[in-house]
C-alpha cells in the first residue's frame, strides 16, 4: 500500500496520524479535568482517560514509524561502499 505513494505523501500521512493521536491525548486529558471541575471523577472517567492514552501512544507511535518508512523511501536503502573501492589511489 505504501509502495505506490511517494515519500511526501507517505509523510502527510504520518502527521495525520499524529495529529489524530495528540487530539485522542488532549481529549483524555481535558475529559478528567473537566470532571475534576465539576465533581469528582469516577472510575469510569479515569478508565476512558487510560484509554484514551493508550491509543494515543499507538496513534503516536504508528505515526513515527510511518515517518521512518517515509525517510527511507525518500532516501533509498543504505549501501556501504566497498573497503577495496577506498583504498585504490
Do not use: C
Amino acid at each position: 500500500m505504501l509502495a505506490s505513494l511517494s515519500a511526501r505523501q507517505i509523510q502527510e500521512i504520518a502527521l495525520a496520524i499524529g495529529a489524530i493521536g495528540g487530539l485522542v491525548f488532549a481529549y483524555g486529558a481535558f475529559s478528567v479535568l473537566g470532571w475534576r471541575r465539576s465533581q469528582r471523577p469516577s472510575e469510569s472517567a479515569h478508565r476512558n482517560e487510560k484509554v484514551a492514552y493508550l491509543i494515543a501512544a499507538l496513534l503516536l507511535t504508528l505515526s513515527f514509524i510511518v515517518s521512518i518508512v517515509a525517510i527511507r523511501t525518500r532516501t533509498g536503502p543504505a549501501t556501504r561502499p566497498s573497503p577495496g573501492a577506498a583504498s585504490t589511489p
